[in-house]
T-cell receptor, first 110, second 114 residues
Framework: QQPVQSPQAVILREGEDAVINCSSS?????VHWYRQKHGEAPVFLMI?????EQKGHEKISASFNEKKQQSSLYLTASQLSYSGTYFC???????????FGDGTTLTVKP | DTGVSQNPRHKITKRGQNVTFRCDPI?????LYWYRQTLGQGPEFLTY????????KSRLLSDRFSAERPKGSFSTLEIQRTEQGDSAMYLC????????????FGPGTRLTVT
């Protein structure tokens, strides 16, 4: 079953923060986050595994709440280069495939 | 480190024709995935391989779609008797279960069925 992402779209000014959420109705083994710019392939940002720690990458970090089967992506002090569509991909326990949400479009304006 | 490559990058075909796409994964990756993506949607899972074994195929996929990974390296995705609804971006991704399940995507093949 497809994870649900919220919000669908976010518009920010440079330097502002954003949070993107991803929730699943199924027990998850891992959550992956990707950013896709228009006309390009998704680019891997980070992965959170069940029982793992919160991950961080530059000013982008994420958490995984196993009890709620929810993950959140935190973008702090956003830059113009952060613009794009963010997808979460979820892998259920015992499964090999990833199921992706419909994405959150982030627009960062000067 | 060479990334995932896909060929061709663009394909325009007439309805009813067959098309075949190729994906070359990162060399040490033993898992390979095919996805389809349409505008405004996330990648939709089609199928995946571990080495040469096809482990799962989407139930949404009709019999017109077939994929192979004969030697556990490159993979091909064939669509027979294409329909206009097949127009989409077809993405390939690979991962290594031993070093981490994160997936690395290729640039995709954009299919247009006229």
């Amino acid at each position: 079953q497809q994870p649900v992402q919220s919000p669908q779209a976010v518009i920010l000014r440079e330097g502002e923060d954003a949070v993107i959420n991803c929730s699943s109705s199924k027990a998850l083994y891992s959550v992956h986050w990707y950013r896709q710019k228009h006309g390009e392939a998704p680019v891997f940002l980070m992965i959170l595994l069940k029982g793992g720690e919160q991950k961080g990458h530059e000013k982008i970090s994420a958490s995984f709440n196993e009890k709620k089967q929810q993950s959140s992506l935190y973008l702090t002090a956003s830059q113009l280069s952060y613009s794009g569509t963010y997808f979460c991909g979820t892998v259920r326990a015992g499964a090999g495939k990833s199921t992706f949400g419909d994405g959150t479009t982030l627009t960062v304006k000067p | 480190d060479t990334g995932v490559s896909q060929n061709p990058r663009h394909k325009i075909t007439k309805r009813g024709q067959n098309v075949t796409f190729r994906c070359d994964p990162i060399s040490e990756h033993n898992r390979l995935y095919w996805y389809r993506q349409t505008l405004g949607q996330g990648p939709e899972f089609l199928t995946y391989f571990q080495n040469e074994a096809q482990l799962e195929k989407s139930r949404l996929l009709s019999d017109r779609f077939s994929a192979e990974r004969p030697k556990g390296s490159f993979s091909t995705l064939e669509i027979q008797r294409t329909e206009q609804g097949d127009s989409a971006m077809y993405l390939c991704a690979s991962s290594s279960w031993t070093s981490g399940p994160e997936q690395y995507f290729g640039p995709g093949t954009r299919l247009t069925v006229t």
